[in-house]
């Protein structure tokens, strides 16, 4: 059920009564996905073009796939497909403009998603992660804003944290929402330092152990080394060993109160100890950060001490050889997994120029010749497979943890990478994954997996018959050899969700 | 690489025909709920195991003699001729860290690998397959992935092998989908007909019913069958690469004879009908059996033992140079015991380990499969 309890008492009692004298299009907005009669039949034209056509290719790429009629409704955005494929991209960069109820009614029901830092820890860390998980497939699935989805799967990996590591199973939560959904399309260094002091980020990579309270303690570098090789320079990106070490000293005393520390009220709150800092001067990528002075107040000190973190942060991130790295992975995200350097060049010009603008940055990308011409090479992973096979069915789901278990099997479910890379994004990695797709085709198209619903006759018909239903899936035409299978292969719509084609984006 | 456009690069792993396929197997044995290691392998030369245990020991006459000090319990006969075949390698007072004697933290630690994302096999397939792995590459015996798995690039939890079919609709479709993958050349049709293939292999297994080789005898328990499913996956050469199976209920506490012996039965029998079943099989595979902590060494007022430290690992497999028990024997008089009287760890897990999973691949992966811990790995291999 898509609605509050609070709400559903609100508005519940007196449903039954309304239902009989107004239409559904007036019911309050949140009764409308319960009352909307199942089957409602709703025609469209599906894509007409032999080849993936620009529309078809943005609704593949910088979304997790067309749902029945998308393709129609993008293409009126335009005089031609190329048109409407650039205003749908502009549309979807400003998702604070797009309706999004729906899929925020649908995610209400995972109340642990919402709550505060201090009240997660009452829940069962199995619970949290179901609904962390849950929650994500919901959100790709049902959103209007798919690009913003998109990209929030984008940065979870390139911020990744696996919540099976000490509190990261209660405060991941928080990192999802505070860090990752509130600054994916924001400006990169604000996201870059909401994750540098996540409570979760600070478990993880064993920032909260890094302390220098004398000169014999070693500061830990795992997070320093990370944030140089995976979040902002790159693996070659011209840092040091010795650049690492200065980063770590410059973030000892950074903290976050552990679950089993008293007092118990203050658990995972973020502490800077100037007492654990290492208040000596260091040298960052051949910039001097003087050290603290001793003759001055303890609070002038300690706020001199925090500055470091920002001075460290303002140093990577305009260094050339992070946009250079985030506009690499970029391209190779949304156009190929050998990202083209002549894209990389125009994305990594208009990064640098923003300071790190993430919208400017993809609408610099999104206006490459290769990003347009590109389609149909990507493999999709398998969390984007199972979203896009239940948005092209316009499946009813409750994302439920069968689906999820698919994704288990495949090895890609969300918040489930133990590394600090994340899931990889080129093909290579994925290709073993084939079985358990086929095994979700037919078990999705036969209605088998609970939970969820598709209404073949009805999408079938909604298309226009066999041939409009595969070119809907499909995103283009079929060939002769891909009707024929479909015909002769006595679970057509399984087929198709298990074919080549519908494989890649 | 791209899908589309790039001719294919392949991997051998995925590469499932013939004997191609010379995939090593890594197997996991669980034992949950703490197995005391001073009932499975004795210190019969060791008074202090007698003093400590007066009632419930193993008689110097009763534990098969391994090496003029320890013995092995006598339900555990049937791991003797692996033993004497230097097959089998016991490594005495092994364990991890913790100290906590909690089941499920000790247990999370272990399978962990430490207290960081993800397990330690999963880690160790991430990194031995960046490239790619097979559809079959891992599997947990049971109904759900063991959290040594955890963040593995593919682990299948299968209970039969009926998991592995399309359903009754499968063979249009295996047909249809084999007319769709043939037609192409690049990495995703290669993929597509090797998963074909793998499916096949399968359906093959399915339909025949299975005879162990080698007059390997299986028994009826859950442990059994699922060494037996591992075994034909083994031989049906479909891309194997780990496969993890539990055997749990060892938390002793009272009556330890009536609770372990059942157990000990199953563990030996398990072991041994796999070892004979496989024969020559056995040199690309390696079984390793742990525990996430041993007993205490005085046993209670209730003929049982409590949570302790340290306990015993048990490595079976090709190339090992068996036949020993490894590790330090620490003692067992009052200063060396730990806390509360228990078995001190000598021998940390990874160290087992680690020469494994290099054997098994790992290359130079392996300090990301156990970071943050200097390894001192165990000479398995000689």
């Known amino acids: 059920m898509n609605l509050s309890r609070r709400k559903f008492l609100q508005v519940g009692g007196s449903s039954a009564v309304l239902l009989t004298t107004v239409g559904c299009d007036q019911l309050p907005r949140e009764l409308r996905a319960l009352y909307q009669p199942p089957n409602q039949s709703d025609p469209f034209q599906p894509p007409p073009a032999e080849d993936l056509d620009p529309v078809s290719h943005v609704l593949n ?114 990192d999802d929402r505070e860090v990752i959904r509130r600054h994916a399309l924001g400006q990169f260094p604000d996201l870059l330092r909401a994750s540098a002091l996540s409570p979760a980020m600070l478990w993880y990579l064993d920032g909260r152990v890094n302390h220098r309270e004398n000169l014999a303690a070693k500061p830990n570098e795992n997070y320093a080394r990370e944030l140089l090789e995976l979040h902002t320079l790159g693996l070659h990106g011209g840092y040091t060993q010795k650049d690492v070490m200065e980063v770590a000293r410059c973030l000892t005393g950074w903290t976050v109160r552990a679950k089993d520390q008293p007092p118990y009220f ?210 283009r035409k079929p060939t002769a050899e891909e009707t024929q299978a479909y015909h002769s292969s006595g679970a057509g719509l399984a087929l198709m969700l298990s074919a080549p084609a519908f494989q890649r984006c | 690489m791209s899908v589309v456009s790039q001719p294919a690069t392949r991997n051998p792993q995925l590469r499932l025909t013939g004997n191609g396929d010379q995939c090593q197997t890594l197997v996991v044995v669980f034992l949950r709920g703490g197995a005391d290691g001073l ?49 089998l390698a016991i490594i005495h007072a092994a364990g991890s860290e913790d100290d906590t004697r909690s089941h499920f933290e000790a247990q999370d630690l272990m399978e962990h690998g430490g207290i960081t994302g993800g397990g330690w096999l999963g880690r160790f397939l991430r990194a031995k397959n960046q490239t790619g792995s097979g559809p079959l590459a891992a599997v947990a015996l049971g109904k759900s992935i063991p959290e040594c798995l955890r963040g593995s690039p593919a682990a299948t939890v299968l209970q039969s092998l009926d998991d592995f079919s399309l359903g009754s609709n499968g063979s249009g479709l295996t047909q249809s989908l084999a007319r769709l993958y043939g037609s192409q050349t690049d990495a995703l049709a290669n993929a597509g007909r090797d998963t074909l293939d793998a499916i096949r292999r399968v359906e093959q297994l399915r339909s025949t019913s299975y005879h162990a080789a080698h007059g390997a005898n ?148 392996l300090s990301q499969v156990f970071p943050e811990f200097t390894l001192a790995p165990m000479p398995l291999y000689g």
């Open chain 1, 266 to 475: 203050q658990i995972g709150k973020v502490e800077f100890k100037l007492s654990q800092h290492d208040c000596g001067s260091k040298e960052v990528l051949g910039q001097m950060i003087p050290g603290v002075p001793t003759d001055l107040s303890h609070g002038q000190r300690e706020h001199l001490g925090q500055q470091e973190l920002d001075r460290v942060l303002e140093i990577v991130t305009s260094h050339p050889a992070t946009a250079r790295h985030l506009s690499t992975k970029l391209c190779q995200r949304f156009i190929a997994d050998e990202p083209p350097a002549s894209a990389v060049e125009a994305v990594t010009r208009a990064f640098t120029q923003t300071k790190g603008d993430i919208r400017a940055t993809l609408r610099a990308l999104f206006a490459t010749k290769e990003f347009r011409q590109q389609r149909g090479n990507k493999f999709k992973r398998p969390f984007n497979y199972i979203a896009s096979a239940l948005r092209t069915t316009g499946a009813r789901t409750d994302a439920g943890l069968e689906i999820i278990d698919y994704l288990q099997r495949m090895g890609h479910a969300p918040f489930n990478y133990p590394t600090p890379d994340g899931y990889p994004e080129p093909a290579a990695p994925w290709l073993g994954t084939l079985l358990w797709r086929w095994n979700f085709a037919l078990a999705v198209s036969e209605n088998k997996i609970k939970g969820t619903k598709i209404d073949f006759v009805t999408l079938r018909n909604d298309s226009g018959g066999d041939a409009g239903l595969m070119a809907h899936l499909l995103g």
């Open chain 2, 218 to 365: 299986y028994g009826r328990d859950d442990f059994s069958c699922g060494l037996l499913q591992i075994a034909r996956l083994i031989k049906a050469r479909v891309g194997l690469q780990a496969a993890s199976v539990d055997l749990g209920g060892w938390d002793s506490h009272f009556s330890q004879s009536l609770i372990m012996d059942p157990l000990i039965t199953q563990l030996a029998q398990g072991l041994s009908a796999f070892y004979q079943d496989l024969g020559p099989a056995m040199n690309q595979t390696t079984v390793v059996v742990m525990t996430e902590f041993g007993r205490r060494v005085e046993e209670n007022s209730a003929f049982g033992t409590d949570h302790g430290r340290g306990s015993v690992m048990f490595v079976m497999g090709g190339g090992i140079k068996g036949g020993r028990v490894l590790g330090k024997w620490p003692g067992l008089s009052r200063e060396v015991l730990e806390g509360p009287g228990d078995l001190p760890v000598t021998t940390n897990y990874r160290n087992v380990l680690a020469p494994i999973l290099q054997r098994h691949g790992a290359g130079e992966q």
């Open chain 1, 61 to 174: 790429r910088a979304a997790f796939g067309p749902r029945p009629g998308d393709h129609a409704r993008v293409c009126k955005l335009g005089a031609t497909p190329e048109q409407a494929a650039t205003a749908y991209l502009e549309q979807q960069l400003n998702p604070e403009k797009l309706d999004d109820d729906e899929a925020e009614y649908a995610v209400r029901r995972f109340e642990t998603l919402a709550l505060p830092l201090g009240e997660l820890f009452e829940y069962q860390e199995d619970l949290l992660q179901n609904e962390l998980m849950r929650g994500a497939l919901t959100r790709a699935v049902w959103s209007e804003r798919q690009l913003y989805e998109v990209m929030v799967q984008f940065w979870s990996d390139h911020f990744n944290i696996d919540p099976s590591k000490g509190d990261c199973k209660w405060l991941k939560v928080v």
């Open chain 2, 39 to 87: 009932n499975l392998v004795a210190p019969l030369a060791d008074d202090g195991y007698y003093r400590a245990r007066p009632r419930i020991a193993i008689s110097k006459t009763a534990g098969i003699p391994l090496d003029g000090f320890y013995g092995l319990n006598p339900l555990l006969k049937a791991l003797e001729p692996a033993y004497q075949d230097g097959a």
